[in-house]
């Protein structure tokens, strides 16, 4: 019988379903801290925001990302990003340790000390692959105060883009940040957006933005110094569920000027929907590319940006018209390879990617598949995109 284990969050593919067995580990979702060790310990079927709620009566933080509802099982064993990644390193690379489910019933803990094979594939490797991992112990960091942003300019102009891209490019890694070019009904143009964080002050934030400042203040103009958690709250996605599709693609070369004529000329090219077409930047680098990309599972340690091209569609929108949406996607995506020549993110589960092994995991895929044939030679553990015994 065909099984697949669900943390309960996202899957973009949906591959945590299954018309055979299910096996859920919603019952498995405490987050405790341990002052001792500065370690967090957390469930396999926990969201996100009980982490964020044992992680901030702690005073600490972990790289984590926005989304509340989000499980940590396939948060973590994909990489994990967020606004600390910059400055920590994606949150796999702090795991200490996590137990895990083996195909033949076993149960074993995966360290730097023990099954180091399979401790390698879980950070990075991506959920579902290897076995059912029930817990994970995490190193965490002191929450200290961060400088909270987000502006918003109605109406983007190829000067004002690849000015910010170019600022925020040569900010220290103490800068995380989300860019977002925006279409819809109301304005086919396209708007930008800026949200993020920055360790530091509100002083150093204005003088990394100053040089896009000067060119024109935006509609909506945030920026405050405040506690840790109160930043992350207001930078929480909020959002409920809609229909969409998202394809990723990391940026290792820098983006340079004609990058903002070409994405407003996809924008503009949108065949619109009952809701979005859209481009989002999450700037990447820092901290992540000086781990070598053997160290882990996780092979994407030289990018500057991972690039993600989003199509969604309202409910009342007929299947033409979602169609017409999605070639638009798959132009744009096409298209965006000019500039971004890395991989594609784990976590972003993408179902329309052709060389899909090749792109989350690139030069190791094939100790990945030995360790699948050495742990799961059986491949209990498969859905459409998991990885293949070697």
């Known amino acids: 019988m065909p099984l697949v284990a669900r943390s309960g969050g996202h899957s973009y593919a949906g591959y945590s379903t299954t018309t ?47 989304c509340p509802t989000v499980r940590a099982a396939g948060f973590l064993l994909g990489g994990g990003i ?52 029930t817990g994970f112990r995490v190193r965490t960091f002191p929450a200290d105060s961060r400088t909270y942003f987000w502006l918003h300019w109605p109406d983007a102009s190829e000067r004002l883009i690849a000015t910010l891209i170019a600022a925020l490019d040569a900010a220290p890694a103490t800068l995380g940040s989300r860019v977002s070019l925006d279409t819809d009904p109301e304005r086919p143009g396209g708007s930008l957006k800026l949200i993020g964080q920055i360790a ?102 030289d990018s500057r940006w991972l690039a993600v091209v989003a199509a969604s569609w309202a409910e009342n929108d007929d299947d033409a018209r979602a169609e017409r949406a999605l070639a638009w996607q ?12 890395g991989g594609a993110y784990q976590n972003f589960t993408d179902p329309a990617l052709d060389n899909w092994a090749e792109d989350y995991y690139g030069a190791n895929l094939p100790r990945l598949r030995r360790i699948k044939r050495a742990v799961d030679p059986d491949n209990v553990f498969r859905f459409p995109q998991s990885i293949p015994p070697a």
Do not use: K
């Open 200 to 301: 530091g002050s509100r002083a150093e934030m204005e003088a990394i933005l100053d040089p896009v400042l000067s060119l024109g203040a935006p509609g909506h103009n945030e920026i405050l110094t405040v506690d840790y958690w109160a930043a992350e709250s207001v930078l929480l996605d909020t959002d409920g569920p809609f229909f969409f599709q998202e394809r990723s693609r990391f940026v290792t070369d820098p983006l340079g000027e004609d990058f903002a004529g070409f994405a407003l000329d996809w924008m503009r090219r949108w065949p619109g929907t009952g809701e979005s077409g859209d481009l989002v930047l999450f700037q990447t680098g820092g901290r992540i590319n000086e781990v070598a990309a053997d160290a882990t599972a996780f092979v994407h340690r």
């Open 330 to 341: 798959e132009g744009f995506y096409a298209d965006l390879g000019r500039f971004a020549r």
């Open 82 to 133: 967020g606004f600390n990644m910059r400055l920590f390193g994606i949150a796999s690379d702090h795991l200490v340790s996590t137990e895990v489910v083996m195909a033949d019933g076993s149960i074993v803990s995966a360290s730097d000390t023990e099954n180091g094979d399979l401790f390698w594939a879980c950070r990075g490797g991506g959920g579902g692959n290897f076995g059912i991992n």
């Open 20 to 66: 055979g067995l299910m096996i859920s580990l919603d019952d498995l979702d405490s987050a405790s801290f341990d002052a001792s060790t500065g370690v967090v310990d957390i469930g396999g079927g926990v969201r996100n925001s009980e982490v964020y709620g044992a992680l901030e009566e702690a005073g600490v933080t972990i790289t984590h990302g926005r």
